[in-house]
Nanobody
Framework: QVQLVESGGGLVQAGGSLRLSCAASGRTFSTYNIGWFRQAPGKEREFVAAISWSGDSTYYLDSVKGRFTISRGNAKNTVYMQMNSLKPEDTAVYYC???????????????WGQGTQVTVSS
């Protein structure tokens, strides 16, 4: 069992930055790939970024490449996503999730957090 809690969301102006955190509990957390997804009003939940269980591989949605960076903390029980150069279209609820399968496939994620709101004003 893995429990995930997101934090770090908020309101920011376009061009600003936020850092999201995903804190996890569960003895086997370090063996899971961790992903960030987002869902804007009226839209499907979409993949944003993921990091492998080892931290050696990262994956990004094309539209966030070069602006967002996902990383695992030293203690391995926290995953961060640094978001720079934020745009109004990044506005969404952001969720972290844990997967033993493919990092990009939403259906492979077994555990989800409650989400944190990110709002980017123009």
């Amino acid at each position: 069992q893995v429990q995930l809690v997101e934090s770090g969301g908020g309101l920011v102006q376009a061009g600003g930055s936020l850092r999201l955190s995903c804190a996890a509990s569960g003895r086997t957390f370090s063996t899971y790939n961790i992903g960030w997804f987002r869902q804007a009003p009226g839209k499907e939940r979409e993949f944003v970024a993921a990091i492998s269980w080892s931290g050696d591989s990262t994956y990004y949605l094309d539209s966030v490449k070069g602006r967002f960076t996902i990383s695992r903390g030293n203690a391995k029980n926290t995953v961060y996503m640094q978001m720079n150069s934020l745009k109004p279209e990044d506005t969404a609820v952001y969720y972290c999730a844990a997967s033993l399968g493919s990092p990009r496939v939403r259906g492979d994620y077994n555990y989800w957090g409650q989400g944190t709101q990110v709002t980017v004003s123009s």
